[in-house]
């Protein structure tokens, strides 16, 4: 099965990791958008506890220069420092920004 396109959301996921995100760039047949906060300061603290001091994607960009990577700086737009409020603001954001029909959570 073929992934046409792929957003993350606040990911979880290290930015840093080039052979990883190059393997997920490849997978994805169009484009893998990368939607950050930079001030999501849940996900910034945890998850550069957990991961010893490494840096999630979901508060910058990914630092892979594939062809099908697009970072998107939701920051000014979400207007917020906590993870859990991204159901809240999303939805919108994806409209607005990339012109997408999405269903109401």
């Known amino acids: 099965m073929a992934i046409h396109d792929c957003y ?24 893998l958008f990368n939607v950050y906060n930079a001030r999501d300061a849940v996900l910034a603290k945890l998850f550069r506890f957990a991961e010893l001091n490494r840096r999630a994607c ?30 809240r603001c999303i939805n919108e954001f994806l409209r607005d920004q990339l012109a997408l029909a999405l269903p109401t959570i």
């Open 8 to 31: 993350l959301v606040g990911g979880a996921v290290r930015c840093d990791a080039k052979k990883e995100w190059k393997r997920a760039g490849d997978a994805v047949q169009g484009t």
């Open 58 to 87: 979901g508060c910058r960009q990914i630092t892979s220069e594939h062809r099908s990577f697009c970072n998107i700086d939701a920051t000014e737009f979400l207007d917020t420092t906590g993870h859990f409020q991204y159901p």
